[in-house]
Structures are given as C-alpha cells and as structure tokens.
C-alpha cells in the first residue's frame, strides 16, 4: 500500500474511532520523535480543528522539545507546552528522600510517562477528546512501553506499523529529516536510546517481527530471534488486560 493512501485510511480510522466514543477530538503528546510527529500530522488530517498537541519536556533534551514545537509550527498544530519538570522533582523527592540527579533508574524514569499520561487525560477531559497514543507495532508486540504511561491511551493509530515503515511513512508525509533520522529515544534520562535498551536495531527487531509473523526464520540470528520472543513473552501482561477472577 502506498504511503499517501495509508495516510488517508489512518486518518479516517481515527475520525471514525473518535466519532463512535462521542469525542469531540483528540489530544496527543508531542516529543519531537518520529513516532509522535507522524501520530500528530495524522491527528492534524483527521481533525483540523480539534487536534491538541501537548508538549510535556520533563528534565529533557531540549532538542526534543524544539523538534516538538519545528513540527507544531509546520504543520499548524495547536499545542501547549507543561513543563512536568517540577513535578518529577518533588515527586522523586517524596518517594526518594533525596533530590534527583538523573540517574538512570527505570521505576524514576517511569514516573515521567505516568506524569504524562495524567496531563493528557486532564485536557482529554475538559475538551472531551480522546487521547491518542504514538506507540507503533515494533514496540507495542515488545513491551518497550510504560504501563499507564505512554501505554494508557485510547487509541494507538501506528499500532500496525513497524518502526521502519513508520519511518516511511513519515518521508511521505513530510516530517523534518532530522527528526527521522535522529536515534530514537524515550528521553528517559540523559543519553538514553531505543535501540541501546532494546540491545539490537529496529531494522534487526523489525525483521525477526516480520519473520516471526511468517514463520519464516532463515537469514535471521538464532540468539537475536530467542531474545525478541523472550521480550514478547515478559511483555505480556502489557499486551493484556489484567485478569479477573471469575467466581
């Protein structure tokens, strides 16, 4: 399927989603990655003039949040800007006891998402719109997601891609080169990266994906396939919705 006509299906599938829950629009985080810029163009296409993008830098770089507003001001995308920064800060030091110099702690770095998943639903609920995720396939299927964080949304539009036809899709579609090409990152703490916690490329996890999908395995690495379907595996409870005892 070509680029522009998946667009346009994207587009329509979130009007529709939209339409069926009685929302007047959507809301979406805006972090100046790829995943996020084309979730945002697409929410854009879908509604002109009911699109919030949320720019929510919390201790981040601040190349992300000017690739964020590059993309908002392209597009003309209505955004505000809330500074979770402060926040973060005096939540850590509750819990912590001490003043945080950005360490690379996974249950600290989750609290950043969560954060921002509270400030999505508070601007979903006054507008009555619906919060829109940017998560794609390749990370959705591993579990390279917070829970109740960039993981508690109500839609995921990029949820069928895989990062690298993400990446496509955002040529066409004319996101900055910049922003396509930079190392993606969660922005968790300084320096961090996708790929770099993920241990292997998008390219590598996208083509075991896709080869796990077929159940065609040859041209892949025998240790690189046993380690996404063990990250599979340990996302589970990601992918599912909690169980219920049933009496």
Request: charged share 25%.
């Amino acid at each position: 399927m070509r680029e522009a006509e998946l667009a346009e299906r994207i587009s329509g599938w979130i009007r529709k989603q939209v339409e069926v829950a009685g929302a007047r629009g959507v809301v979406v985080g805006m972090s100046g990655g790829v995943d996020s810029s084309v979730t945002a163009v697409l929410c854009k296409r879908a509604f002109p003039d009911a699109t919030l993008g949320l720019i929510l830098p919390c201790f981040s770089d601040p190349r992300d949040v000017a690739h964020a507003k590059l993309v908002a001001e392209k597009f003309d995308i209505e955004t505000r800007t809330v500074d979770l920064s402060p926040i973060f800060a005096s939540l850590f030091r509750m819990l912590e006891s001490r003043e945080y110099d950005g360490e690379a702690d996974i249950a600290a770095a989750n609290l950043k998402p969560r954060l921002r998943m509270l400030v999505l639903y508070y601007f979903a609920n006054k507008l009555n719109y619906l919060v829109v995720g940017t998560g794609n396939k390749s990370e959705l299927l591993v579990g390279y997601f917070t829970k109740y964080g960039d993981g508690g949304v109500d839609l995921l539009p990029l949820g069928g891609l895989l990062k690298t036809e993400v990446r496509r899709l955002a040529q066409a579609l004319g996101v900055p080169q910049e922003i396509i090409e930079k190392p993606p990152s969660a922005g968790l703490w300084a320096g961090q990266t996708d790929e770099g916690e993920l241990g292997m490329s998008y390219e590598t996890l996208d083509n075991i994906l896709a080869a796990l999908e077929t159940g065609d395995l040859s041209g892949c690495d025998e240790s690189e396939v046993r380690r996404v379907q063990e990250m599979m595996e340990r996302a589970r409870h990601k992918r599912e919705s909690p169980p219920v005892f049933e009496v």
